[in-house]
């Protein structure tokens, strides 16, 4: 049996509102939901991206967010997003001067290339693409 793809990933952020204009932004999307979750627990944005991918951004009330993401602290290191090859990975790196989000450039190694990333609280994010691509 195959190990099944990833469907969404969700992240907490200290300022819903800073965060979903930033990712709106960056996915060039608006929310597919905006919503206090069922239960009342936490409240989600979700933007629906191309594949079929959802990205989550949660805040939970009555939660002190302020702290800002390390990648070095149990949990989460990155989030990475796929790309097809060099002239995608090359575009993206463009887009977010165009947006003015700071990154690393793309940087080369022998398991792939990317390029780096950071959001509103920090939180790791790469365009990635595969070794040969």
Request: hydrophobic letters at 35%; proline letters at 4%; zero cysteines.
């Amino acid at each position: 049996m195959a190990f099944p793809g990833l469907q969404h990933v969700a992240i907490t952020v200290s300022d819903l509102n800073r965060s979903t204009e930033w990712y709106s932004r960056l996915f060039d999307a608006e929310p597919a939901l905006d919503e206090d979750e069922e239960s009342g627990d936490f409240h989600h944005t979700v933007f629906a991206l191309d594949g079929g991918m959802l990205f989550g951004l949660h805040t939970h009330p009555g939660r002190d967010a302020k702290d800002r993401f390390v990648e070095t602290r149990t949990g989460l290191d990155h989030v990475g997003f796929a790309l097809s090859g060099t002239t995608e990975l090359e575009q993206w790196r463009d887009r977010l001067d165009e947006l003015g989000i700071a990154h690393g450039g793309i940087k080369k190694a022998h398991y792939g290339s990317g390029v780096s990333f950071r959001d509103p609280d920090n939180i790791a994010l790469e365009f990635f693409i595969a070794p040969g691509t």
